[in-house]
C-alpha cells in the first residue's frame, strides 16, 4: 500500500525525503492541471461529462463543451506577457519559472557524475506556462522535441527522437567536457502551439483565430477549430487521423521507457491519474521495484484518493499538507529549493 507521509509545518521532513531520490535517482515529474490553477481552472470532470454526451448520442453537444474547453485555455495565452503583477495569470507565471530554474539549480548542483544532468517534465496540459517561463528564464534549456537547427524555413518540425540528446560544453584551454543542465518537455496531450502539416506536426505559437457568435452556431466550423490544434481531447473519442492516435502512443512510449530507467523517481504535482493510460503505465512501471512514485497532494483530503489508486504498490509514497493546509505550486517549489546546497531547511 501506498506510504502517505505528513509534511512538516517547516516541510523539513519532506525536504529530506525527496533530496536521496533527487541526488540519486533518474528524475521525471508529472504535473497535470493543478500547477496551472488559479489562471486557468483544473479539468475536474471534463472527461467524464464529454463521455457523457458522447455515449447520449450527442456528439454535436460534445464538440461544443470541447469548445469552450479550449476556449477558457487558448484565452490566457495572449495575455501571459501584458498582465498585472496583482493577476493570477501573473503568478503562475513566477510559479513556473521558478520551478524550471530550480530544476535546473538542482541538476547542475547533482554530486553523482554518473547520472545525467537531465530531468523530464510529462504534462498533459494543453496550456503554455511551461514554454513562456522558459523564454524568462535564458539560463535553462528546455527541449520540446522540435528540430530548431539552423534553416531557411520558419517551421520547426516535430523531432521527438531528440528528446534525451545531452549538451556539454567544453574548456578552452584543456577541453574538459561539462554537461549542461537540459530539461525535456514531455506534452503527452499535444499543445495549442502544435499544428499538423501533412503527416508531421509543427510548432505554431500563433493562436487559431477564435469563432464568431455566428460560426459557433454552425457545429461544423466548430469541429473545423478543433481539428486544426493538435490536441488529444479528454474523450474516448480521442482522435481525429492516424498520425495523432501514433504520436499519442509515442509520447506515453516515452513515458513508460522514462519509468523504467533503474532507481527511476516520479514525482507528481496537479494530476490527479483520472487518465486511465498513464494511471495503467504508472502501476506497470512501478513493478519495477527501484522505480518511485511521489505524489505532492494539493490537500489532506485528497491523499486518501491516491493511496486508494495504489492501494497495490509499495513504492509509492503521498507527500499530504496537515488538515486545513495545502502544498500549492509555491510551497512545491519550496520544497525543490530546500534541497539545493547551502539551503537551511530548518529556515
Not at 545525467?116 to 517534465?121: G, K, L, N, S
Not at 493511496?307 to 493546509?325: D, I, Y
Amino acid at each position: 500500500m501506498a506510504d502517505i507521509l505528513s509534511v512538516s509545518a517547516d516541510d523539513e521532513n519532506a525536504s529530506k525525503f525527496l533530496e536521496s531520490y533527487v541526488q540519486s535517482g533518474s528524475i521525471n515529474f508529472l504535473i497535470g492541471s493543478g500547477a496551472s490553477f488559479p489562471a486557468i481552472a483544473t479539468a475536474g470532470d471534463i472527461e467524464a461529462e464529454i463521455d457523457e454526451l458522447l455515449v447520449a448520442g450527442d456528439a454535436e453537444g460534445a464538440s461544443r463543451r470541447c469548445l469552450a474547453f479550449v476556449e477558457e485555455i487558448d484565452a490566457i495565452h495572449g495575455k501571459m506577457a501584458t498582465v498585472e503583477e496583482d493577476d493570477p495569470i501573473h503568478g503562475v507565471v513566477e510559479s513556473y519559472k521558478l520551478f524550471l530554474s530550480t530544476l535546473d539549480r538542482i541538476l547542475f548542483a547533482r554530486k553523482n557524475i554518473l547520472l545525467p544532468r537531465q530531468t523530464t517534465v510529462f504534462t498533459t496540459n494543453y496550456d503554455m506556462f511551461l514554454e513562456h517561463a522558459s523564454s524568462l528564464v535564458p539560463a535553462v534549456i528546455l527541449n520540446d522535441g522540435f528540430e530548431r537547427s539552423s534553416s531557411l524555413s520558419p517551421e520547426f518540425m516535430f523531432t521527438p527522437e531528440r528528446y534525451f540528446d545531452r549538451t556539454y560544453r567544453s574548456g578552452p584551454v584543456y577541453g574538459h567536457q561539462i554537461e549542461i543542465p537540459t530539461i525535456n518537455l514531455v506534452k503527452l496531450h499535444g499543445s495549442l502551439s502544435w499544428r499538423r502539416k501533412k503527416d508531421s506536426i509543427v510548432f505554431d505559437p500563433i493562436a487559431v483565430p477564435n469563432l464568431s457568435d455566428e460560426q459557433k452556431e454552425d457545429i461544423s466550423e466548430v469541429d473545423g477549430y478543433l481539428e486544426k490544434h493538435f490536441l488529444i481531447l479528454p474523450n474516448f473519442r480521442k482522435f481525429h487521423t492516424t498520425l495523432m492516435e501514433r504520436v499519442y502512443y509515442d509520447l506515453l512510449r516515452l513515458f513508460s521507457k522514462a519509468m523504467d530507467h533503474e532507481n527511476s523517481v516520479l514525482i507528481t504535482f496537479g494530476f490527479s491519474f483520472a487518465d486511465e493510460h498513464i494511471l495503467d503505465i504508472t502501476r506497470r512501471a512501478l513493478r519495477n521495484p527501484t522505480t518511485q512514485l511521489i505524489i505532492v497532494s494539493f490537500d489532506h483530503a485528497s491523499a486518501a484518493g491516491y493511496q486508494a489508486k495504489f492501494s497495490k504498490q509499495r513504492n509509492v509514497t503521498v507527500l499530504a499538507p496537515a488538515q486545513g493546509t495545502t502544498i500549492d505550486f509555491n510551497r512545491l517549489n519550496d520544497l525543490l529549493t530546500s534541497i539545493l546546497p547551502g539551503q537551511d531547511n530548518a529556515a
